[in-house]
């Protein structure tokens, strides 16, 4: 089937386009810390890759739909209260254009109607000597920012971002250093430059006085036609908004707390932020989550039929007619929906995770059985024991990079992979297993010289996406786990408790899915395997090892 291409796809691959002219624009800006001369071979092969033709129509027809595409969204959106972070990607986004047009107009446009040579030292010197060097330095700074923010909200919550997050955060922070201090380098070289008459001559004579005032003139009439275009934009705003309500063109939208009243053709996600009504949405309002979905109770036949994208995030959770996303629900009449996800609280400031996020990651679940305990379990002791194995395995597992999370009893549930690929998330919890499997074997040999109890214990691995977010409130969170692996893992669980497993039988107590294997060696493994048939949710193949075992397969 193949996936249809909407207004949102254009206006992702045109800021992807615009984002990686940015990028090796910086990254040639920082070829000035080798040299002027280094950055000028850089800037041949820029020069030859962007004003070919068919890069000249990438990257303008690129920037033109992006902005045509900025200024419809703008006049689409019904209301500006939305999260600080979404609204200063806007502003940035309508900022950029501002300092651009200038650049621009000085450095192609002279090109082709002057022909002044498009290279470095005649550009630095420009800047510099019109001291406007800051202002070429500042132009780095939206344009990055709303690019990196850009692509933050369009693949935040993708596998293969997650994995990347270190690495894509480490470049986005340091390109745009390297390429201010590699502009300045180059401004040292060309001061020493202009330090001969004869190079100066040359430089200043390609750019006179008339060819700069009427660069000057276009780049004052194209801004000016910018701020007018915005200007018209949010003109019909106003416009659109008293003639809706002039004409009564309202509509009511009744949650269980209140009734609303707005125009017809807002979305009920802008409904709720326009009136202050706490509504949950991890995704901004894009579609790509299904947080902010609500029941429509009445009024069903008054709401238009999803879009194809709408339909496909509704179908990933098998949701009723009546369930639309708020971020997408425009109603024609009155309705009457009810939030189905409670919005959460303002996180506290301790939390490492933020949102819920989809994630390729390893998971274990670690069981204390008790076989046998002699005459009545005092409660103190049973703390005692509870108290020492929870702290066993969560010294073990976070010295192994692991992320512990719900501590219920005898049972541990443990996250790998939440800051780094899913091949490495599964090695360190197959060494973890390893390591955790002979210190709870110390740890039984305690309990039975101790107290006199009869342990056994089972660590099972599992590989695959989960979503992973933080429940709690403000004071206490703890990070979790949900989706198919972690049901996957608790069935693996469920079934060897109803066989009565003797896990500590044969010292093969870690329980590893053929996905966790097969992640951690990038290849189908060749160890036996025995096939588990739960009553539901199908078959598993898994093996059990010893620690040993674990660690020859996590090498």
């Given at each position: 089937?193949?996936?249809?291409?909407?207004?949102?796809?254009?206006?992702?691959?045109?800021?992807?386009?615009?984002?990686?002219?940015?990028?090796?624009?910086?990254?040639?800006?920082?070829?000035?810390?080798?040299?002027?001369?280094?950055?000028?071979?850089?800037?041949?092969?820029?020069?030859?890759?962007?004003?070919?033709?068919?890069?000249?129509?990438?990257?303008?027809?690129?920037?033109?739909?992006?902005?045509?595409?900025?200024?419809?969204?703008?006049?689409?959106?019904?209301?500006?209260?939305?999260?600080?972070?979404?609204?200063?990607?806007?502003?940035?986004?309508?900022?950029?254009?501002?300092?651009?047009?200038?650049?621009?107009?000085?450095?192609?446009?002279?090109?082709?109607?002057?022909?002044?040579?498009?290279?470095?030292?005649?550009?630095?010197?420009?800047?510099?000597?019109?001291?406007?060097?800051?202002?070429?330095?500042?132009?780095?700074?939206?344009?990055?920012?709303?690019?990196?923010?850009?692509?933050?909200?369009?693949?935040?919550?993708?596998?293969?971002?997650?994995?990347?997050?270190?690495?894509?955060?480490?470049?986005?922070?340091?390109?745009?250093?390297?390429?201010?201090?590699?502009?300045?380098?180059?401004?040292?070289?060309?001061?020493?430059?202009?330090?001969?008459?004869?190079?100066?001559?040359?430089?200043?004579?390609?750019?006179?006085?008339?060819?700069?005032?009427?660069?000057?003139?276009?780049?004052?009439?194209?801004?000016?036609?910018?701020?007018?275009?915005?200007?018209?934009?949010?003109?019909?705003?106003?416009?659109?908004?008293?003639?809706?309500?002039?004409?009564?063109?309202?509509?009511?939208?009744?949650?269980?707390?209140?009734?609303?009243?707005?125009?017809?053709?807002?979305?009920?996600?802008?409904?709720?932020?326009?009136?202050?009504?706490?509504?949950?949405?991890?995704?901004?309002?894009?579609?790509?989550?299904?947080?902010?979905?609500?029941?429509?109770?009445?009024?069903?036949?008054?709401?238009?039929?999803?879009?194809?994208?709408?339909?496909?995030?509704?179908?990933?959770?098998?949701?009723?007619?009546?369930?639309?996303?708020?971020?997408?629900?425009?109603?024609?009449?009155?309705?009457?929906?009810?939030?189905?996800?409670?919005?959460?609280?303002?996180?506290?400031?301790?939390?490492?995770?933020?949102?819920?996020?989809?994630?390729?990651?390893?998971?274990?679940?670690?069981?204390?059985?008790?076989?046998?305990?002699?005459?009545?379990?005092?409660?103190?002791?049973?703390?005692?024991?509870?108290?020492?194995?929870?702290?066993?395995?969560?010294?073990?597992?976070?010295?192994?990079?692991?992320?512990?999370?719900?501590?219920?009893?005898?049972?541990?549930?443990?996250?790998?992979?939440?800051?780094?690929?899913?091949?490495?998330?599964?090695?360190?919890?197959?060494?973890?297993?390893?390591?955790?499997?002979?210190?709870?074997?110390?740890?039984?040999?305690?309990?039975?010289?101790?107290?006199?109890?009869?342990?056994?214990?089972?660590?099972?691995?599992?590989?695959?996406?989960?979503?992973?977010?933080?429940?709690?409130?403000?004071?206490?969170?703890?990070?979790?786990?949900?989706?198919?692996?972690?049901?996957?893992?608790?069935?693996?669980?469920?079934?060897?408790?109803?066989?009565?497993?003797?896990?500590?039988?044969?010292?093969?107590?870690?329980?590893?899915?053929?996905?966790?294997?097969?992640?951690?060696?990038?290849?189908?493994?060749?160890?036996?395997?025995?096939?588990?048939?739960?009553?539901?949710?199908?078959?598993?193949?898994?093996?059990?090892?010893?620690?040993?075992?674990?660690?020859?397969v996590a090498r």
């Amino acid at each position: 089937m193949i996936k249809s291409f909407g207004r949102r796809d254009l206006r992702l691959g045109s800021g992807v386009v615009l984002f990686a002219y940015v990028a090796t624009h910086l990254a040639n800006h920082a070829l000035g810390l080798v040299s002027l001369a280094a950055a000028e071979r850089g800037l041949r092969i820029g020069v030859a890759v962007w004003q070919s033709p068919p890069g000249t129509l990438l990257l303008y027809g690129a920037a033109v739909t992006h902005v045509a595409l900025a200024f419809i969204a703008l006049y689409e959106r019904r209301t500006l209260r939305i999260p600080p972070l979404e609204l200063l990607r806007i502003a940035l986004g309508f900022g950029i254009p501002t300092l651009l047009i200038g650049h621009a107009i000085n450095t192609r446009l002279a090109f082709e109607i002057y022909g002044h040579p498009p290279d470095y030292a005649h550009v630095v010197w420009a800047l510099w000597h019109s001291g406007r060097e800051g202002l070429q330095i500042a132009l780095l700074v939206p344009g990055w920012l709303h690019g990196c923010l850009g692509l933050r909200y369009a693949f935040g919550r993708r596998t293969w971002f997650a994995g990347l997050r270190p690495l894509l955060f480490a470049g986005a922070l340091l390109l745009p250093v390297l390429a201010v201090t590699g502009f300045l380098s180059m401004a040292r070289e060309v001061a020493l430059l202009a330090q001969d008459p004869s190079w100066v001559a040359v430089t200043a004579a390609e750019v006179a006085a008339s060819e700069r005032l009427a660069l000057a003139q276009i780049g004052r009439i194209a801004l000016l036609g910018y701020f007018s275009a915005v200007g018209i934009v949010l003109v019909s705003r106003i416009v659109r908004s008293v003639v809706e309500r002039g004409r009564g063109r309202l509509i009511s939208i009744r949650y269980p707390q209140q009734t609303i009243r707005v125009p017809r053709g807002w979305t009920v996600l802008e409904a709720s932020r326009s009136h202050h009504i706490a509504h949950q949405s991890t995704c901004g309002g894009q579609g790509r989550c299904s947080t902010c979905r609500v029941q429509v109770v009445a009024g069903l036949a008054h709401c238009p039929p999803p879009s194809a994208a709408e339909r496909a995030t509704l179908a990933r959770i098998g949701a009723s007619d009546a369930t639309r996303l708020a971020c997408q629900l425009r109603p024609q009449a009155d309705i009457d929906v009810v939030p189905l996800l409670a919005p959460s609280s303002p996180p506290a400031p301790r939390d490492a995770v933020t949102g819920s996020m989809e994630r390729d990651v390893a998971l274990m679940l670690v069981v204390l059985r008790r076989r046998a305990t002699p005459g009545i379990v005092l409660p103190h002791d049973l703390l005692y024991a509870l108290d020492r194995y929870c702290e066993t395995v969560g010294h073990t597992v976070r010295a192994s990079h692991g992320v512990p999370g719900a501590f219920t009893g005898e049972r541990v549930t443990v996250l790998f992979g939440l800051d780094c690929v899913p091949r490495e998330a599964s090695r360190q919890a197959l060494r973890a297993a390893a390591e955790l499997d002979r210190r709870l074997e110390r740890f039984r040999a305690r309990l039975s010289a101790e107290l006199g109890w009869a342990t056994e214990h089972a660590i099972y691995l599992h590989a695959g996406v989960a979503t992973i977010g933080e429940i709690g409130d403000r004071t206490s969170r703890t990070t979790i786990a949900v989706g198919t692996p972690v049901d996957a893992i608790q069935r693996l669980v469920a079934d060897d408790d109803r066989a009565a497993a003797p896990t500590s039988a044969g010292h093969a107590r870690i329980v590893a899915s053929q996905a966790i294997v097969a992640a951690a060696r990038g290849e189908a493994s060749d160890d036996e395997w025995t096939r588990l048939s739960p009553e539901r949710g199908g078959s598993i193949d898994v093996a059990r090892l010893d620690a040993a075992q674990a660690t020859r397969v996590a090498r």
